[in-house]
């Protein structure tokens, strides 16, 4: 079987791109572990080191999509994540935006994953909080349901990703596999907010998530972070009505301060937790500011508000009045509940 991809591989070899058809098959078979380590290992290497394409990334990611758990639902949901890989080992904010964006009135579905090149992952820090990550699709809806957020763990809904896993890690550099977590969201997420780790990607994942059926869709980098960020200026792709705009955001435009990376630095999982309860009970300062950023740009892609500035203010009222705190209480007490969804 494995001299079916010989070909495939020899025109990535040689610096040519795939099409669509052949990159999806190619890694619907990697999701099956038909090609070899070897296999994957090369192809993955070519495609990093000529450039992934914006086919490519499609592909695959629709290839990961049709293997996928997928949490059924009749919301218009949102996600909020990023690639990670940015090496700045900060707080965790997609995270906590989650439970801001919900107090706001969203219906939140956060995928995630445990730590791979940071200290603390969504996974982590969620379990250091008390919610069961390994909730079933039940716990999940109703999460969804009540909380207005549930959290997707990629390792439980994305099994077939065991077949690259140790090929990943072997490799230990970014490759096509680091982008499309948050492109392949298992609730069909249509509304996102999606963080890369560096300039290059911005414009190519807004462009895949269009490819991929994404109503509205934001792809950030600030300022080295996967994350829009308050310590400089924000690079943003936007898709909406079939095409991209590229622009720029900065912290004073929407009212916010620039903070120093250290006032946002993280530390393991307990240590962001920390940080997390106490940004929820109300402390102010430079985690709280970029929070309300992020999930000002959610509020925005959701149409939720018609400025940042609106939806900064929106993410304050929701910390503020402890609506974003409820959140996270009732996604505890969902997934650790015997709960089915409600009618």
Same mark, same amino acid.
């Given at each position: @079987?494995?001299?079916?991809?010989?070909?495939?591989?020899?025109?990535?070899?040689?610096?040519?791109?795939?099409?669509?058809d052949?990159?999806?098959?190619?890694?619907?078979? #990697?999701?099956?572990?038909?090609?070899?380590?070897?296999?994957v290992a090369?192809?993955v290497?070519? @495609?990093?080191?000529?450039?992934?394409?914006?086919?490519?990334?499609?592909?695959?990611?629709?290839?990961?999509?049709?293997?996928?758990?997928h949490?059924?639902? =009749?919301?218009?949901?949102?996600?909020? #994540?990023?690639?990670?890989?940015d090496?700045?080992?900060?707080?965790? $904010?997609?995270?906590?935006?989650?439970?801001v964006?919900a107090?706001?009135?969203?219906?939140?579905?956060?995928?995630?994953?445990?730590? $791979?090149?940071s200290? *603390?992952?969504?996974?982590?820090?969620?379990?250091?909080?008390?919610?069961?990550i390994?909730?079933?699709?039940?716990q999940?809806?109703r999460?969804?349901?009540?909380?207005?957020?549930?959290?997707?763990?990629? +390792?439980?809904?994305?099994?077939? @990703?065991?077949?690259?896993? /140790?090929?990943? +890690?072997?490799l230990? %550099?970014r490759?096509i %596999?680091?982008?499309?977590?948050?492109?392949?969201?298992?609730?069909?997420?249509?509304? +996102?907010?999606?963080?890369?780790s560096?300039?290059?990607?911005?414009? =190519?994942?807004a462009?895949?998530?269009?490819?991929?059926g994404?109503?509205?869709?934001? *792809?950030?980098?600030?300022?080295?972070?996967?994350?829009?960020?308050?310590?400089?200026?924000?690079?943003? !792709?936007?898709?909406?009505?079939?095409?991209?705009?590229?622009?720029?955001?900065? =912290?004073e435009?929407?009212?916010l301060?620039?903070?120093?990376?250290?006032? $946002?630095?993280?530390?393991? /999982?307990?240590?962001? !937790?920390?940080?997390?309860?106490?940004?929820?009970?109300?402390?102010?300062?430079?985690?709280?500011?970029?929070? @309300?950023?992020?999930?000002?740009?959610? %509020?925005?892609?959701?149409?939720?508000?018609?400025?940042?500035?609106?939806?900064?203010?929106?993410?304050?009222?929701?910390?503020?009045?402890?609506r974003? +705190?409820?959140?996270?209480?009732?996604?505890?007490?969902?997934?650790?509940?015997?709960?089915? =969804?409600?009618?």
């Open positions: @079987m494995s001299d079916a991809f010989k070909p495939l591989l020899a025109k990535l070899a040689d610096g040519q791109t795939l099409d669509e052949d990159a999806e098959i190619f890694f619907a078979a #990697c999701l099956r572990g038909e090609p070899t380590p070897a296999q090369a192809a290497t070519a @495609m990093r080191l000529r450039g992934e394409t914006v086919g490519e990334i499609t592909a695959c990611a629709r290839a990961m999509r049709r293997a996928a758990i949490l059924e639902h =009749p919301y218009d949901v949102i996600d909020v #994540c990023g690639t990670g890989g090496g700045l080992h900060t707080l965790n $904010i997609s995270t906590a935006v989650g439970f964006a107090g706001g009135g969203l219906k939140v579905a956060k995928h995630g994953n445990r730590a $791979i090149t200290k *603390s992952g969504t996974a982590d820090v969620l379990a250091a909080l008390g919610v069961n390994d909730a079933t699709l039940a999940q809806r999460a969804l349901d009540t909380a207005g957020i549930c959290f997707l763990f990629a +390792q439980s809904h994305h099994g077939a @990703m065991k077949h690259v896993s /140790p090929i990943r +890690q072997q230990g %550099f490759t %596999f680091n982008l499309l977590g948050p492109l392949t969201n298992p609730a069909g997420a249509k509304r +996102q907010v999606v963080g890369v560096a300039h290059r990607f911005v414009e =190519p994942v462009k895949a998530l269009g490819a991929l994404a109503e509205r869709a934001w *792809s950030v980098h600030g300022a080295g972070m996967d994350e829009l960020t308050t310590t400089g200026e924000t690079e943003v !792709a936007e898709w909406r009505d079939g095409s991209v705009r590229l622009f720029t955001i900065t =912290p435009a929407v009212g301060p620039r903070a120093a990376l250290a006032d $946002i630095t993280g530390g393991d /999982p307990a240590f962001n !937790a920390a940080a997390l309860t106490t940004l929820l009970d109300g402390q102010k300062g430079a985690y709280r500011d970029i929070v @309300m950023l992020n999930a000002a740009a959610a %509020f925005l892609v959701a149409d939720k508000v018609e400025t940042l500035r609106e939806g900064v203010e929106l993410a304050g009222a929701a910390l503020d009045d402890g974003a +705190q409820a959140a996270l209480a009732g996604l505890v007490a969902a997934t650790n509940s015997e709960a089915v =969804p409600a009618a």
